[in-house]
């Protein structure tokens, strides 16, 4: 279930209404004894809402398992000012830890935060790879590049895309970077290889 946190902030971001629907479903489940998992894009506007025990709390009782934090990788230069920045992140990774051990009934996820201890980007094969609704085969959701789809190739084949091996292979995944996310840093790499 995509969430954003309270009714105000789930539905400015996805629309009206779509917070109740949430919350029927989430019902639903729970009556038919079925467990789901709960996906939050983190900005600078929830990051606090989407920490605190009320929020988790809700989701708990509903019958959530497991909480996805992904923090918001902006897409344009106009909407930059909704990515974490370096304290915000602080703060998430503090209260992540602190939920593990105060509320050890869900398990937390915190995405690109985690990949601290996996060493590194995980996209591109390395751990994973997204495969987008046409099916296209893409390094991550957060990096919608794809020179490969798997209605015309298997997922082995896939996973060896051109596109796929040159990021592996160049080191790219594990370059540095200012935080967040490297392959958003380095789009235009990534475009520039696509074209190869
Ligand atoms: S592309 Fe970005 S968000 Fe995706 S795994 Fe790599 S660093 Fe994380």
């Not at 602190?98 to 869900?106: A, I, K, N, Q, S």
């Not at 937390?108 to 046409?134: L, Q, W």
């Not at 789009?187 to 190869?196: D, G, I, N, T």
């Amino acid at each position: 279930m995509s969430i954003e946190g309270n009714q105000e902030i789930t539905d400015a971001r996805r629309g009206n209404g779509i917070y109740e629907r949430l919350v029927e479903n989430m019902n639903e489940l729970h009556k038919k004894g079925l467990v789901f998992g709960a996906s939050v894009t983190v900005t600078t506007q929830n990051y606090k809402e989407v920490c605190s025990d009320a929020f988790l709390h809700k989701l708990s009782e509903k019958g959530c398992k497991a909480v996805i934090f992904v923090e918001y990788v902006p897409v344009t230069e106009n909407s930059k000012n909704l990515a974490p920045n370096d304290n915000e992140r602080e703060y998430l990774e503090k209260e992540i830890n602190r939920l593990r051990e105060e509320h050890p009934e869900m398990v937390y996820v915190s995405f690109p935060g985690d990949e601290k201890g996996s060493g590194g980007c995980v996209a591109a094969g390395r751990g994973f790879f997204h495969i987008n609704s046409h099916g296209g085969a893409e390094p991550c959701p957060f990096s919608p590049y794809s020179d490969v789809n798997i209605k015309n190739t298997s997922l082995r084949e896939a996973i060896h895309s051109p596109l796929f091996t040159a990021l592996r292979e160049g080191n790219i995944l594990l370059d540095e970077h200012e935080g967040g996310c490297v392959l958003y840093e380095k789009r235009e790499l990534v475009e520039s290889l696509l074209k190869k």
